[in-house]
C-alpha cells in the first residue's frame, strides 16, 4: 500500500528536465478560470483529433460497434465531441492534483453522499463502482472531500510521472493500491473502508468472461466486483462523474448499494455490471474513454480484430 508519494534526487536528472519543464507549465494552467482551461482543452482536443490517426480510428470502431443505430452523422458528432472533452480532461487533472480544497469545493456538487456514510456506519466496507469517464480524476478529489478512501491505480513506468500521480492522488486519498493487489484491496474493505472499482476496459484473456457491451454480443469483461463484495463483506455502489454542461464545475453521484450483490452466479454480475457500467455512460457519451480499445480481446484467439 502505498501512503507517501517518495521523492528522491534522481528524479531531478537532465533527461527529465524537459518532463519538468511541461510539468510546471502545467501547474501555472491551474492559475486560469475554469472556462477558460476548458475552452483550451477543446482546442487541444481538435488539434489531437488531427494528429492520432490510430486512437480517432479506434474511437471511431468502438462507437460504431456500440451504437449501430446511431447515423454517420451523429457518430461523427459523437467523436468530435469526445476529442474535445478528452483534451478538457487534461485540465481535470491538474485541477485534482493541484487545486486547494477550498476552490475543489466552489466548483463541485455531491449527490448520494449519505449512501456511502449509512453503508461505513452498517460496518460494511464500500466499493465505488466507476467507469473510465474523461473526468475521473477531478471525480475521486470532490468525493475525497467528505470521504477520503484508497484509490486503485496502475504504478507508472516513469518515476516522475509515478511520483506526481500518486502525490496528486494521495490529495483525495488515504492510500494507494496497485490493481493487482487483491489481498490489500480486501484488506481495506474489511477495515470497512472505501476503494474505488472499474471494470469497463480490456484486461486480456486469461481473467475475461465474453459477454455483451451495448451492441457488441462478447465483449472481454472481468468479474473482480463479485470476488472482492464476497471477500471483503463489502457493498457495491455505483458511482458516475461529470463535468457540468456549462463547463463550470463538477457533479458527482453515488447510488445506493445494489441488492443482492454478489449473487450466486459471477456471469450474472457481471452482466449486471456492465448494465450499470452503460446506464453511466449513457448519462454523457462524450465524457467517456472511447479511445480505449475496449474489444481488443476477441472470444476465440483467431478471431480477426474488430479494428482493422
Same mark, same amino acid.
Given at each position: 500500500? #502505498?501512503?507517501? $508519494? ?7 536528472h537532465p533527461k527529465y528536465w524537459l518532463l519538468w519543464f511541461g510539468v510546471a507549465l ?36 468502438? !462507437? ?9 452523422? *451523429?457518430?461523427? /458528432? ?6 474535445? *472533452? ?9 485541477? $485534482? ?11 463541485? =456538487? ?5 449512501? #456511502?456514510?449509512?453503508? !461505513?456506519?452498517?460496518?460494511?466496507? /464500500?466499493? !465505488? ?7 475521473l480524476e477531478m471525480g475521486a478529489r470532490i468525493f475525497g472531500q467528505f470521504q477520503p478512501?484508497?484509490? #486503485?491505480? %496502475?504504478?507508472?513506468?516513469?518515476? #516522475? ?20 493487489? !487483491? ?13 474505488? @472499482? ?27 466486483? =463479485?470476488?472482492?463484495? %464476497? ?9 458516475? /462523474? ?8 463538477? =457533479? ?17 454480475? $457481471? ?13 454523457? %457519451? $462524450?465524457? @467517456? ?7 481488443? =480481446? %476477441? ?10
Amino acid at each position: 500500500m #502505498v501512503e507517501k $508519494a517518495q521523492f528522491s534526487a534522481h528524479l531531478y536528472h537532465p533527461k527529465y528536465w524537459l518532463l519538468w519543464f511541461g510539468v510546471a507549465l502545467m501547474r501555472l494552467t491551474q492559475l486560469l478560470p475554469l472556462q477558460i482551461q476548458m475552452k483550451l482543452g477543446a482546442m487541444i482536443g481538435r488539434l489531437a483529433k488531427t494528429l492520432m490517426g490510430s486512437r480517432v480510428n479506434t474511437a471511431k470502431r468502438n !462507437l460504431e460497434l456500440c451504437f449501430p443505430k446511431m447515423t454517420a452523422e *451523429e457518430q461523427q /458528432v459523437l467523436l468530435k465531441r469526445n476529442f474535445e *472533452e478528452t483534451g478538457k480532461a487534461i485540465f481535470d487533472t491538474i485541477n $485534482a492534483w493541484w487545486w486547494s480544497d477550498a476552490k475543489i469545493q466552489q466548483h463541485m =456538487t455531491i449527490k448520494g453522499q449519505e449512501h #456511502v456514510e449509512q453503508t !461505513l456506519n452498517d460496518g460494511h466496507g /464500500v466499493i !465505488l463502482f466507476a467507469v473510465h469517464c474523461l473526468p475521473l480524476e477531478m471525480g475521486a478529489r470532490i468525493f475525497g472531500q467528505f470521504q477520503p478512501g484508497v484509490g #486503485v491505480y %496502475r504504478p507508472h513506468d516513469n518515476p #516522475v510521472m509515478e511520483y506526481l500521480q500518486v502525490k496528486g492522488r494521495l490529495r483525495s486519498n488515504k492510500a494507494l493500491v496497485p490493481k493487482r493487489d !487483491l489481498r490489500k484491496m480486501v484488506r481495506c474493505l474489511r477495515n470497512p473502508d472505501v476503494i474505488w @472499482y472499474t471494470a469497463d476496459q480490456d484486461f486480456g484473456r486469461s481473467s475475461a468472461t465474453f459477454i455483451p457491451f451495448f451492441a457488441m454480443p462478447e465483449a472481454a469483461t472481468i468479474t473482480g466486483a =463479485t470476488t472482492l463484495a %464476497r471477500l471483503g463483506k463489502a457493498k457495491v455502489l455505483p458511482f458516475s /462523474v461529470e463535468r457540468n454542461a456549462d463547463d463550470k464545475g463538477y =457533479t458527482i453521484e453515488i447510488l445506493p448499494p445494489l441488492d443482492n450483490f454478489p449473487g450466486e452466479d459471477e456471469i450474472a454480475d $457481471a452482466k449486471r455490471g456492465n448494465g450499470i457500467i452503460e446506464q453511466i455512460i449513457d448519462k454523457n %457519451r $462524450a465524457q @467517456y474513454m472511447w479511445l480505449h480499445r475496449r474489444f481488443k =480481446t %476477441r472470444p476465440n484467439k483467431d478471431d480477426p480484430s474488430v479494428y482493422k
